[in-house]
């Protein structure tokens, strides 16, 4: 669970180019802290795509501290269909020599970048090849088919792969996709998810997610699609909307373990909210992990065709010893957090 994604991406150099995608955007924290780290990477041209309502409203909030908008960076609005929200949250960053590129759940806020308990998937050309650089350059594509007159951001998107500047570009080999994304159409991510994970019996799911339907929708639905012998739930022990009648409906035989991380600080250890998202099944000895920024909500799973919630998810397989250490034992459970949340009028969003 990496709590602060800037220190990787200020270790980087020579970046020429960043496309970054994140549901909400804090102005002067982009300004005041996360271009501050950009910079040392070798300050590159940036745009971001954002979710319209969201950007709107922190714009509206933040307009007099602004000075660099349009000029430093470039914020790029998407809209869903409407009740739904772009979600996706990655960041690319490229250079003549090198690309990098991080796919996870954290948004482009201090709680996101620096503070949350959040999940990332970092990939290199060097250590992973140029197939997963390709599916993201597919998906930007994709989702700049729903922005008007996008020529302009698209030659952006194009520049950070440009072969003439770029000398890691090249012929990707085709295989089983890495990223699973929806950007408003296609079939639903749950179906997705499914695929990737295959039809065999699992031997233990485990979900890991802060928000939830109040009526545990989409949480019935996954275990329901996915047949397994065990599973658990994991959720932050403070600010999750798994309510009872949620849990009652959808968690039957379910371990539930409320959770969070701690970070070290000179007044004593602190705790960040586990904003983290991820599907895994674990088969034997191995584990597949399908990781990034999908809650267990309708509006992120269950949708096909225009409705539904953009989102970008990572698939890692790795080995089951390895996902226990690195991912379950990360998040040790809170005791005494038992007590669920009671039901409130922000439970009944499917937005999230």
């Not at 996902?323 to 990360?330: A, E, N, S």
Request: glycine share 8%; aromatic share 6%; charged share 20%.
């Amino acid at each position: 669970m990496r709590a602060d994604l800037l220190h990787q991406v200020a270790d980087l150099r020579d970046v020429t180019n960043a496309v970054l995608l994140t549901h909400n955007v804090d102005f002067a924290f982009l300004q005041s802290v996360a271009m501050t780290y950009l910079r040392r990477c070798g300050d590159p041209a940036l745009t971001i795509l954002a979710d319209a309502d969201c950007a709107a409203a922190s714009y509206g909030a933040q307009r007099e501290l602004l000075d660099g908008i349009g000029t430093r960076y470039r914020v790029v609005p998407i809209r869903m269909h409407p009740g739904f929200v772009f979600h996706p949250k990655a960041l690319l960053l490229t250079g003549p020599q090198q690309a990098t590129l991080y796919v996870g759940s954290g948004n482009l806020t201090f709680g996101g970048m620096r503070q949350n308990g959040e999940v990332w998937s970092r990939y290199t050309v060097a250590e992973d090849g140029l197939a997963v650089f390709e599916e993201f350059r597919a998906y930007v594509s994709n989702l700049l088919s729903r922005v008007p007159l996008a020529g302009s951001i698209m030659s952006e998107l194009e520049d950070a792969y440009d072969p003439q500047t770029k000398l890691w570009t090249g012929t990707a080999p085709a295989g089983e996709p890495t990223l699973l994304g929806r950007a408003g159409g296609g079939a639903s991510l749950l179906d997705t998810l499914a695929a990737a994970i295959g039809p065999e019996p699992v031997d233990e799911l485990v979900v890991c997610s802060p928000y939830f339907d109040v009526d545990g929708d989409a949480l019935a639905a996954l275990r329901a699609r996915i047949p397994h012998k065990n599973s658990l739930l994991l959720h932050p022990s403070r600010g999750s909307t798994l309510v009872p009648e949620a849990w009652a409906r959808a968690g039957e035989g379910m371990v539930r373990r409320p959770c969070e991380i701690r970070h070290p600080h000179e007044m004593g250890d602190r705790p960040a909210f586990v904003h983290a998202k991820l599907y895994a099944a674990i088969r034997g000895d191995d584990a597949i992990v399908i990781q990034g920024s999908a809650n267990c909500t309708r509006a992120a799973l269950l949708m096909e065709g225009a409705r539904g919630n953009a989102e970008l998810m990572a698939v890692v397989r790795t080995s089951a010893a390895t996902f226990r250490r690195d991912w379950i034992d990360k998040l040790p459970e809170v005791e005494g957090a038992e007590l669920l949340p009671a039901r409130s009028e922000e439970h009944t969003s499917e937005l999230q």
